[in-house]
């Protein structure tokens, strides 16, 4: 029995160690999947007789805006959130109290001079409080179209991987777009998009060195301090 309870220990324990890992690394929520091919354009015929065919008709005179799946649109990326607090909370208070007797059976009245009270309380507090934050990125990378809703905006993701010796430099990013916020150029501002998710992530010797290991992950997920 003791030696099925300390196997039972030994089985649990490797699920508590990931458990700990997981809910300590943060995670940005990009929409996936991160590419998408555009589907083949299918053209029912059209036995009309007439030089144009409906079916396989193309504008003359097309902009090249994004504007299905599959095509690609580059996102100017410039985000900057500041945020400041200040409180300042300030208490006072003072009491004063005397008490004396007038007469007491027994006693005369030189002694009863003697018998009187006085206290006097102070009480202050001061209190000041600031919080900043700033917070500033800026970049570029090309997206794709991977999905066009019934309104006529595009969701858009794409993925950007530099690897230079060991480390690899990762960039995701996701969001909706507007067409009608689109420039010239095919390009878009992300603080005109919507519901916008952006995650920059290394990968590589240089990020295992400045992260913390897998035991201390484990200790600090369940220290109560």
């Known amino acids: 029995m003791r030696v099925w309870r300390k196997l039972k ?6 699920a508590a160690l990931l458990t700990g890992c997981v809910s300590m690394a943060p995670k940005v929520d990009v929409a996936e999947p991160t590419q998408a091919r555009p589907s083949a354009a299918v053209y029912a015929p059209v036995n009309s007789g007439a030089i144009f065919q409906a079916g396989g008709y193309r504008p003359l005179y097309e902009t090249h805006r994004a504007r299905m799946v599959g095509d690609i649109i580059t996102v ?9 607090q200040e409180s300042t909370s300030t208490l006072a208070k003072t009491g004063t109290v005397s008490s004396g007797i007038s007469a007491v059976p027994l006693l ?15 009480n202050t507090f ?12 800026t970049g570029t990378i ?10 006529g905006h595009l969701i858009i993701s794409g993925e950007k991987q530099i690897g230079v ?3 690899v430099d990762v960039l995701r990013f996701s969001g909706q777009i ?22 920059q992530i290394g990968r590589g010797a240089q990020q295992e ?17």
């Open 9 to 14: 220990t030994l089985a649990w324990l490797p």
């Open 76 to 84: 100017n990326i410039s985000e900057a959130i500041s945020a400041k």
């Open 108 to 122: 005369r009245v030189d002694q009863l001079a003697k018998l009187s009270a006085a206290g006097t309380s102070s």
């Open 126 to 137: 001061n209190g000041k409080g600031s919080t900043e934050s700033t917070n500033d990125f």
């Open 142 to 151: 090309t997206a794709t179209v991977i999905e066009v809703l019934p309104n």
């Open 165 to 167: 010796a060991h480390n």
């Open 178 to 199: 507007d067409p009608a916020t689109i420039l010239p150029g095919n390009s878009v501002a992300s603080s005109q998009i919507a519901n916008v998710r952006i995650a």
């Open 209 to 225: 060195a400045q992260g913390i290991g897998w035991l201390a992950r484990f200790f600090l997920s369940i220290s109560p301090f």
